[in-house]
């Protein structure tokens, strides 16, 4: 859709409400009229994300700009993937994202394409969200751009959002990870792949309009920006809240109705469990949530209230690890299944459900071909430390608290 | 004097076990019979072992790799 | 007389030639039995006391090496022996020989198959697990080959020896191939070694994403 007369200059957007912004809806004009239109490319775009202090919004972290620049200096055709997976099961922002936002995160995929020079931008979304897939094909319909954009329906599982399965299954492979050289050097058919979030490439649709400085004007200094937070379990208010970066944490869950706090997980299933004193007085960042043993991550923040068993949701979730292991490696097939048992003998009142899952956690830890197994191992690991008390009602008899499935724990239907 | 450190591919590893047998010191098992291996350097009198290994292991999953730095 | 001892020397020769040509044919086909056997014994994952997983994988490996040398020489053998006339080209390339084309011809395919395998096989570790992988399968076709070639080649029929030693190496590879067959796929991890944490694992595929958590302090799972 072109504009044949230029648009009056769009104001960048003030507070908090740069992503998701509540009165907009998902249509190309009304994206346009909040924003503008992408620039064309003038600067360098790896450098100005850089200067913005852009980072991964997929859980790793990793300086955004830095992955830029690397694929741009790769010498042959290259591919820029759009990972909207959403393979943690906590995790909403992806999908609110991609429902209420589609432009923003093709803006950024295109604008990354044109700076690395890539012919084809694939947004990659679970096939588990058909509502998703219609709401960003429906977008893609829309725009008419340099490059070639394309959606694909991924496998609906959590080892299938893991980058290196996802290029091997664009690739013609199984949604399954695989050894070998990164996607920056070898991806999608052996080219060289940008494989980021879709948040952090919304991020970078922001940017290329309005610039690092802009960027930096919410949020801490080393960590700029806003980011997606989605808060889960026993709160009135369950959802994704965008909120810049250092945003107090007890602040969040008032906002989203938390009553008392039982139990808290910050960074979703592949988080940590904290200490909920000290985490509602935390501020949401690395920095302050690193004294507590988290980080921030993909932002995702697990509330259990008092009235329910905390012991029996992490037992849940380590159910989820182990059915959503891929099999390629016989620590993590292996290996979560019995955390998972040995969480269930903890549930059941048996003692040795605590060595043995302190023993599994450190034997599974790093031995897999991706980080499911870290996930799990992180996620028993510090509940064990923050239920000490759960752990001993159970011991006694029981805690008096009935398991309510606040956390979800889908089953994975068949192989990748 | 190169330092070696013997490291193992999880995805190709099926838990074969000729590792094992042919560097019992420095290959340990885990609990599901899969190798557990040192993040050092292998003592110098085992690296000839160790190379056999690599070429033995039926899925190729090992690996004998320099370390860099201090 | 020079004449007719000559006729008998050379006669002897091409005698000595012929037997050692199928000495060493049979020596080469039993040396392969072993190997296969031994192949499918490393594949699923066999080992007893004094055979660790280790030496079945070497013994494996020198039986095939030990089996090209006694093929090459049964090789030189068939080609330098006045009485056949196999040239070198026939060796490798089936049907041109001109003393018993057919079966002389499955030697010479059996020979280009097993110099296949054994080549990738040396060149593994450059060539990748997926490309070794997919040439070694071709030791199934290679081993039928050359029992057809030793059993069927030749104007004299085998011997009572040559019988027992055929049968047995083709009961050998007939009880190998069905071992091999009962294992579904590649290995099964953990297979024959489970540890007693796993007997009591969950089926993390079968059982439903539901804990069991006892709702008072009266009741107690077990």
New interface residues.
Partial sequence: MTLLVPPAPVTPPVGPARLIAPDTGPSLGEHLARLGPLPRPTGDLPAMVTAAGVRGRGGAGFPTGTKLAEVAGAGESKYVVANGTEGEPLSAKDRALLTASPHLVLDGMVAAALAVRAGTAILCVSEGRPDVLAAVRRAVAERRDPVEVVVAAVPDRYVAGQETALVNWLSGGDAV???GPRPARRGVRGRPTLVDNVETLAHVGLVARFGAGWFRSLGLPEEPGTALVTVAGGVARPGVYEVPIGYPLGQLLARAGAGPVGALAVGGYFGTWIDPVRGLAAPLSDAGLGPLGARLGAGCLAVLPTDS?A??EV??VA??F??S?AG???????????L??AV?WL???RPEGAP?AD??SA?VEG???CHLPDGAARWVRSALAVLGQEIEW?R?????R??R?YLP???PGGRA | MKRLRLVVDPIACDGRGVCRDLLPEVVALDDWGFPILPAGPLPPEVVADARRAVSLCPRLALRLVEMTGA | MTAGLTAALTAGQSKADWYLMRGTGLVALVLFTVTLVLGVAGVRGWSRPGWPRAVVAVVHRNAALLAVLFLTVHIVTAIVDPYVTVGWLAAVVPLVSHWDPVWTGLGALSLDLALAVVATSLLRARLGRRTWRAVHWLAYACWPLAVAHGFLSGTDSPSAWDRVVYGLCLLAVAAAVVWRLRQTGDWAPGAGRVGPAARHRPSPWAEPAVPVAPASPDQRAS
Avoid: E, K, N
């Avoid at chain 1, 490696?329 to 019995?338: E, K, S, T, V």
């Avoid at chain 1, 006694?396 to 008096?400: F, K, T, V, W």
């Fill in positions: 990870p695989t050894s068993c012991l029996a037992a849940a159910d989820w182990a059915a292991s390629q490696c016989g620590p993590c097939l292996f290996g979560l299944a019995d998972a048992a269930r549930l059941a009142g043995a023993r599994w034997m031995r897999g071909g159970h006694a008899g029981g805690c008096g009935p398991y499935g724990a889908p089953v």
